[in-house]
Antibody, heavy 121, light 107 residues
Framework: EVQLLESGGGLVQPGGSLRLSCAASGFTFSNYAMNWVRQAPGKGLEWVSV????????YYADSVRGRFTISRDNSKNTFYLQMNSLRAEDTAVYYC??????????????WGLGTLVTVSS | DIQMTQSPSSVSASVGDRVTITCRASQGISTWLAWYQQKPGKAPKLLISSASSLQSGVPSRFSGSGSGTDFTLTITSLQPEDFATYYC?????????FGQGTKLEIK
């Protein structure tokens, strides 16, 4: 059974940093591109970032480019989202999601439960 | 970036009704279109990929169609568990943008 478990969310002050982790199990992690998708309170889904199977290919939404960094460790079946220079508008539930295949452009067939990031002073 | 526009933003219906939600892409995306269902406090669930391919375990009352720029999600014979928010997402090119969502409410 595919499982994705996010961790690392919490309360952080504006300008601060946070690193989210997503631990994967139940599939061959290194064969799949992986995403972060967020959802601000009461709002819709926003795609944030994707990483390819080896970690060398990454893409970001304009809203986070230059502040967020996605990475992965295939030996640990885990990928990450390093979030720097956080703003109030980054407040959201962050979901990790598995792509249907190795392509970085794909829909996501499995999702984690989400972790809440709150940026506030 | 490709913009995805869903309509309506919300719809009220009754158990047993048929509902159609539309999604329009700002440029052609072939059939690279997915539909998700999200219930309050839960993660999205993939219902349909490639515009019309039903995911395993998804009831057959859900169906998708379309290609190019115009797509539809149809739910026939609504069940109580179908009341949720539905999102489309284009998988043609990064960023894989979502529509703004359609909230399906009980009438």
């Amino acid at each position: 059974e595919v499982q994705l478990l996010e961790s690392g969310g919490g309360l952080v002050q504006p300008g601060g940093s946070l690193r989210l982790s997503c631990a994967a199990s139940g599939f061959t992690f290194s064969n799949y591109a992986m995403n972060w998708v967020r959802q601000a309170p009461g709002k819709g889904l926003e795609w944030v970032s994707v990483i390819g199977t080896t970690g060398t290919t990454t893409y970001y939404a304009d809203s986070v480019r230059g502040r967020f960094t996605i990475s992965r460790d295939n030996s640990k079946n885990t990928f990450y989202l390093q979030m720097n220079s956080l703003r109030a508008e980054d407040t959201a539930v962050y979901y990790c999601a598995k792509n249907r295949g190795s392509s970085t452009s794909s829909c996501s067939d499995h999702w984690g439960l989400g972790t809440l990031v709150t940026v506030s002073s | 970036d490709i913009q995805m526009t869903q309509s309506p933003s919300s719809v009220s219906a009754s158990v047993g009704d048929r509902v159609t939600i539309t999604c329009r892409a700002s440029q052609g995306i072939s059939t690279w279109l997915a539909w998700y269902q999200q219930k309050p406090g839960k993660a999205p669930k993939l219902l349909i990929s490639s515009a019309s391919s039903l995911q395993s375990g998804v009831p057959s009352r859900f169906s998708g169609s379309g290609s190019g720029t115009d797509f539809t999600l149809t739910i026939t014979s609504l069940q109580p568990e179908d009341f949720a928010t539905y999102y489309c997402q284009q998988a043609n090119s990064v960023p894989n943008t979502f529509g703004q969502g359609t909230k399906l409410e009980i009438k």
